[in-house]
């Protein structure tokens, strides 16, 4: 959306900047690149749309968007975990549970989580709900149901269930009202 009423000169040029634009980190690294090349600094702000200040702000943070990590190419801030080895210690946890096709909910990563925080002896680390929402945000965590046959059935336990419980269970129900729920 364009705001014409910011509409100013930069210099010969005319530009339009929007009320808010907001650059992802990739876009701000396109920016640095160009100034790099030394591109005029005006051309820049007017093919990005963005205003003269918000370039020179860029310019300024140069450091820490070079050197900004993200799993999220398309963040738009620069993020930063007070707790950074506590959110790694986690993450690997969970990638190890499931591995492992364990269930894990979010208080029980809670619970991991203030443990690998007293054994890294973060004593003000509190592990709030708030803490949970963001580490799973910050990691694209989100949750999933386990479920499909299990590999550790023994076949002659299910093929004697089958023929004794299941057929006792079944005779009462007409075929069209059996279902599988799998």
């Not at 004593?123 to 386990?146: C, P, Q, T, Y």
Request: proline content about 2%; aromatic content about 8%; hydrophobic content about 35%.
């Amino acid at each position: 959306i364009v705001d014409n009423s910011r509409a100013g000169n930069f210099g010969s040029c005319s530009w339009k900047i929007s009320k808010q634009k907001c650059l992802s980190i990739k876009e701000k690294n396109l920016i640095l690149h160009e100034v790099d090349k030394g591109v005029k600094k005006k051309d820049i702000a007017l093919n990005f749309g963005i205003a003269p200040n918000s370039l020179s702000t860029i310019i300024k943070n140069r450091d820490k968007i070079q050197n900004y990590k993200s799993s999220n190419s398309c963040s738009k801030r620069l993020k930063t975990c007070v707790y950074e080895d506590v959110d790694e210690a986690v993450l690997k946890w969970i990638h190890t549970m499931r591995d492992k096709n364990v269930p894990i909910s979010g208080l029980f990563i809670l619970e991991k989580a203030l443990q690998f925080a007293k054994a890294l002896e973060y004593d003000e680390f509190r592990g709030s709900n708030g803490w949970l929402e963001k580490f799973k945000r910050r990691h694209g965590i989100m949750a999933k149901v386990i479920s499909g046959q299990s590999k550790d059935v023994d076949d002659n336990d299910s093929e004697n269930w089958i023929t004794e419980t299941l057929s006792k269970i079944l005779k009462d129900y007409k075929p069209e009202n059996i279902f599988n729920a799998d």
